[in-house]
């Protein structure tokens, strides 16, 4: 008796069927237990980097409270009670706390006159690969002022000349150290130069404008018209 083409679709697709499940069963038993496998690692290590987060949450606020601490106690005059905390800091896997801590335990190097240990301390941040670069210039910057009276002029002029150019986010600090070297070694015009692009960038805070408005003009090097000295400061120096 033939069998009726309904019959013999049914059939293939009981077969295909069949065949399907028999390919997934030798799959399984040729591959389950590393499919597991690898399910539960990546489970597993998703899990650890969500401990992790949250532990380097947590740690971030711990330092926080830190340098908070350190702040207040220096604050109330308490310089002892900021050395314990700050050096905790200084050892930190944050290079922005490392920072911060590195740049208070340099200010109070500074307010007793160590230049030298002051210095020391902005130069391990500005040569701190793992800190931020915002954080490393200011460093830079601040170790050349600790150290301005005996370093070379040169050295200052080749350490912040990067820095000190037109739209840079450092023109006016870098700038009046390179200019003020330039003067050390009778070098007019360049300072001049330096101390007019300095008055020439909106981006630079008012107070140093109006400085190197006044150094070029003592250099007789061209000051914009548009930072001219207010009439209000012009009348205080009358």
Known sequence: ??????NNEA???????????????????????????????????????????????????VEGEQLQAAYDALAAGNETGAAAPLAG??????????????????????QKDDLKGAAAKFAAVAGD????????????IRQTVAEFDTLKPQVVIDRLRPLAVPGGAWLGSAGELVGAA???????TD????FARIAADKQVPESLRQR??????VLNAAAPAAVAVPAKQERTTR
């Open 89 to 110: 800091l200084s050892a930190s896997p944050r290079g922005a706390y490392r920072a911060l801590a590195a740049f208070t335990q340099a200010d109070i190097l500074l």
């Open 129 to 140: 690969a793992s800190v931020a670069q915002p954080f490393r210039d200011l460093a830079l």
């Open 212 to 217: 190197a408005v006044q150094m070029a003009g």
């Open 1 to 6: 008796m033939a069998v009726t083409p309904v």
């Open 11 to 61: 059939f293939f697709r009981e077969v295909d069927d069949e065949l399907r499940r028999d390919r997934a069963g030798r799959f399984w038993r040729q591959w389950g237990l590393w499919v597991i496998a690898a399910i539960v690692a990546g489970l597993a290590a998703f899990g650890g980097w969500l401990y992790w987060q949250h532990r380097q949450t947590q740690q971030a606020g």
């Open 191 to 194: 300072a001049a130069q330096t």
């Open 182 to 188: 330039y003067l050390k070694m009778g070098r007019r």
